[in-house]
Structure formats: C-alpha cells, structure tokens
C-alpha cells in the first residue's frame, strides 16, 4: 500500500501554508502548494478502476464583489467520469469524450479546462505507472456567467483525486482548478472556489493565495433565480468593457456595499443580501449595455417581489435571489418575458438553492 507522509504544521509554515485555528481561512502558497505540501515515499497507486464525479454552478461576483465573491449552485453543473485505461502513456490523461453543451470544445487536455486540472493533480499526486481517460458531461453552457469552465475544472481535479483514494484537501483542488482557469478564463477564484468548497466564498487575497468559506445559516432558505437568454457573453470580451480607473466615491460605495453582502450571508439576512447584491456601481453598469433587455430584466424581477438582481459573473445569466421557491417562479417568469420583449432574446429560467457541499465523488467502481 501506497505511504502518505502529510506534512504537519511546522511543515505545512515551511511550505507556505497557513490555517487558522477554526480553519475558517485558507491560505497557501501556490508553487510550495504544488511541489512541497506534503510527501509521498511511494507512488500512489489507483483504489478505483473509474469514478464519477459531479460540480456546481457558481454565481461570481455577486454584485459588487468583482473577482473575490462568489456562491454554489446546487442542481446543475458538470459531470466528470474518469477511469484508468492502459491504452494511455502512464503519467497522460486523454479526453476520450465530451458531451452536453461542449461539443465544442478541445479534447486536448492541455487547451481544455478539465485536462488542466486533471493534469494539475496528476502533477501533485506524481502520478506516473498509470494513464487515465476522462469522458466530460457538459450541463453548463459555454460563456453563460455559470462558471461552466470552472464547473469541468472542478469535476475533473476531484475525481482525480478520488481515484487515488482523496489524500488532497479541498483547499489544494482549488490550486489545480485556479491553474485550469488562469489558462482560459483568467486568475480569478470566485467560481472554482465555491465550486469545489460550496457554499460562499470570499477571497480575501491571491498573493498568496486565501480563502474564507461564508456559512449561511441552515435553517434559513435562499433560492437563486437563474435566467440564462440565448446569447453568448465571453468573459474574455466582459472584461474588456470594464473601466481601469474609477473614482473615490465608487471605491467607497462598492467596498460598503460588498461588506454588507458578507455580513447579511453570514447573518442570513436574505432582504440584506439582495439589496446590497443589486447595488454595484463599477461593474454591472460597464456590463449590462453588452447583454440586451438586462436594465428591463431587473427591473422585472425587483417588481416582482426579488431582494436583488445582479449579472451572474460575466454573463448574460442574470441572478435574482428570494426566500420562497414559488416566488422564485413567479419572478423567473417576469424576468423571461421581458428578455423576450425588451432584448428579443429567449430565455429559460432555473429555481435552485444554495450548494452546500461543492464538488463531490457520485459514484466509484472497485479495481
């Protein structure tokens, strides 16, 4: 059997790696993370013939919270299915297949947000006697604001790992989907965060790299109207159309504003996280001119009875959040309808809650 050494907390310093006492903040050094954290005096070898994995959507941004917040969506995302095949190199990944709404994309690993990442933990793992098959399920369309790129990244670094029995922690998948992003959408972590970890999650820095999980209260029922128009948003273009420069005021506002935001997730304010959701004065009026109806969307869906409404990351989703599934209906409906009359786009509206679990292992089958 496969030795494991983790490292402990004077090495996990050493290494670049800091967790707090409550581990509410995770903090890690992305090359120490990615060649030091821990050890393995002999190679790890496989523990299943395949697994299935599953990852969320993920809402980024949130409002004023460009490129640092972000939230899991649970009932729609990407699905991953990986198994050894002997008829790969040992030490290669080969995309044998890619289904869904990706048919589009490359299923060479290296110019593919899945391959990325599964490489990436190859990498950590110094996987080497073996060569691996991933098939990917796309449930996300491409350039939707859903972070349909981070969702596959996901999917496929934990079901590497959970092919070799799970020695990473969550927190180290998210340096291999970051690496799988940084390649294709940009260094931004608020999707393939909450992604793999759930729930909220604010990125407090990136130099180094830490995270700090949000918990919103159980007992309490958020649901996220999702209404995704019939129209491509690349992130690549929306962040092109922001501004470099904004003024004081602007800082001011969006910095209040994003401190709302976390302390009505944490308190599970619903009205409270909507209101300051809605508010942002730096992005989502450099965006929303891009993605047509979107000022009549909004309105529709604050008419109708939603705490907030906002651009889900890039676009053109657009997010609108409510305490009442019924509700959540109601506005989707308004909100559809007025993509149709004000953009002369078709829409399809999603009722789904929070994610709590992030990405996950679905299934497995024994060697």
Request: some cysteine.
């Amino acid at each position: 059997m496969a030795s494991i050494c983790y490292c402990n907390s004077a090495a996990a310093v050493a290494g670049g790696i800091s967790l707090s006492k409550s581990h509410r903040n995770l903090r890690f050094d992305v090359s120490s993370l990615l060649t030091s954290s821990y050890s393995i005096s002999t190679e790890l070898q496989p523990l299943f013939s395949s697994v299935r994995s599953f990852a969320p959507a993920t809402v980024a941004n949130l409002g004023p919270g460009f490129d640092f917040l972000g939230c899991a969506v649970d009932g729609v995302g990407d699905y991953v299915d990986l198994r050894v095949d002997p008829e790969v190199r040992p030490g290669q990944i080969s995309i044998s297949h890619i289904s869904g709404a990706g048919t589009r994309l490359s299923k060479n690993p290296l110019w593919n947000c899945a391959g990325i990442a599964a490489i990436a933990v190859m990498k950590m793992l110094d996987v080497r006697s073996v060569g691996l098959s991933l098939s990917l399920e796309k449930g996300l369309p491409l350039g939707s604001g859903l972070g349909s790129s981070a969702a596959s990244a996901a999917a496929a670094a934990v079901a590497v790992n959970e092919l070799f029995g799970g020695p990473l922690s969550p927190s180290q998948l998210v340096i291999a989907g970051l690496e799988a992003e940084a390649k294709v959408s940009g260094y931004h972590a608020d999707n393939v965060a909450p992604s793999i970890l759930g729930e909220f999650v604010l990125i407090r820095s990136y130099q180094p790299l830490e995270l700090m999980p949000l918990k919103f209260p159980h007992e309490k029922e958020l649901f996220f109207v999702l209404v995704n128009p019939e129209f491509e948003a690349p992130t690549k273009k929306m962040r092109e159309a922001l501004s470099p420069v904004i003024t004081m005021s602007q800082h001011v506002w969006n910095c209040s504003q994003a401190g709302a935001l976390v302390a009505s997730v944490l308190q599970g304010d619903i009205e409270g996280l909507g209101k300051a959701l809605s508010s942002d004065k730096i992005v989502e009026p450099k965006r929303a001119p891009l993605i047509p109806g979107m000022a009549a969307v909004k309105k529709a869906a604050i008419e109708t009875g939603a705490f907030g409404c906002t651009i889900s990351g890039a676009g053109p989703t657009i997010v609108a959040v409510t305490d009442n599934a019924d509700k959540g209906r109601e506005i989707g409906e308004k909100m559809v309808q007025a993509f149709m009359e004000n953009g002369n786009l078709k829409a399809v509206a999603m009722v789904k809650q929070l994610d709590r679990v992030g990405a996950r292992l679905v299934s497995s089958v024994s060697k």
